[in-house]
């Protein structure tokens, strides 16, 4: 069995015998406080993403200038030419049409600052993720972990101007029955790729935090804790957290889907939908969604706004009863300290959640209401990534 590291050895390497060069056996944790504090900054990004979908600011800048694109116009020419060039898309002739410059500029502000907020993340995230890397205060596995956030960081960007350009789209213009806005899909893929790269900066810093503090023998007891954690009730207790986190993210992306689609405008009553729990069986999967292609009907799962919100209702409805069922579980094992204080915080995200999303929709959707259900939706899979974190065996460190 490998042997634990030493506490004296957490701020050196080993040795190599064949070349006698450094060999970093855990991460600095510096590296963990940034990549902690980077997923702050998503959260941040996340949440003005969705106030600028709310506000419908997001497809005010009509070009894709990654360099350039960081200035805000500053002279009324420059505005000017701005509000020229939106005029020339679909969004100004049917949903905006008639706005003064001054209407103008606060849409333009709000998609500017979410490039923005997005240009400076990247900019800290990828500056010191190549300073760690040259000064080798990762090990090589946290190199790989890096790197590959940093490619998600970069897909990221990339989705979001390809979710912009649906939205730009002239043909938006020439059909009578067409809404400006960005394609659903595209939109519930750009908030996909956000949550992961939140999911993955989160687990790695917690990961890099708690290895640096067993590695200094500032957790008690670190045996009897392994032993705990290898118990079969709390390995199973944490398979089902793992399905459930799973359910959380799935219902987070339905409710992207509901955004998409503006579906969250219609009945706007709870529990009932109009007349029944449901809408009829007519209106939920209904031919015109499948485009005049029988074996399309499918269309309706993703396409079809009633169909839509009710898929989201009854996913938030399984995750909310899901969590429930784990916590009132959960509170009969002898967990650690840390995974209870953890669950009973899910727990209670989770009663806010069902509370906000109910508000958000009888209330039609408020911009405040909106912005506090995603908010807490991010918290809420935030919580269920730290549970499972808490649960995971301890690492060993090997010398």
Known sequence: MPQLIQPRLLTTSTLSDSKNKHRRTVDAPIVGYWTLFCASMVFGIIIWGGLTRLTESGLSIVE????TGARLPTSEAEWESEFEKYKLYPEYHKVHIGITLDDFKRIYFMEWFHRNIGRLFGVVYLVPAAYFV???????????????????LLGQGAMGWYMVASGLEDELR?????????????LT???????LLYAGLALYGWSVLRTNRLAQSKINAPEALRTLLQKPQIVSFRHR????????????????MVAGLDAGLIYNEFP??????????????NPFYARGDPSAMWRNLTENPATVQLAHRALAMTTFFTLSALWWKGRRLPLPLPSRLTLHLMYSLAWLQVALGITTLVDFVPIANASAHQANSVLLLASALRLLHTLRPLPRIPL
């Open 272 to 285: 009932m939908m109009g007349l029944g729990i449901t809408p009829p069986l007519t209106e939920l999967w």
């Open 134 to 152: 040259y000064k080798g205060k990762v090990t090589r596995a946290g190199v790989a972990k890096i790197g590959g956030l940093g490619l998600l």
């Open 64 to 67: 894709w200038k990654p360099i």
């Open 189 to 195: 893929s750009h908030l996909s790729l956000a949550y």
């Open 241 to 256: 957290i793992t399905a459930a986190t799973l359910l959380v993210g799935t219902t987070c992306l339905s409710g992207a």
């Open 174 to 186: 020439q059909r009578p029955d067409a809404v400006p806005r960005v394609s659903h899909y595209r």
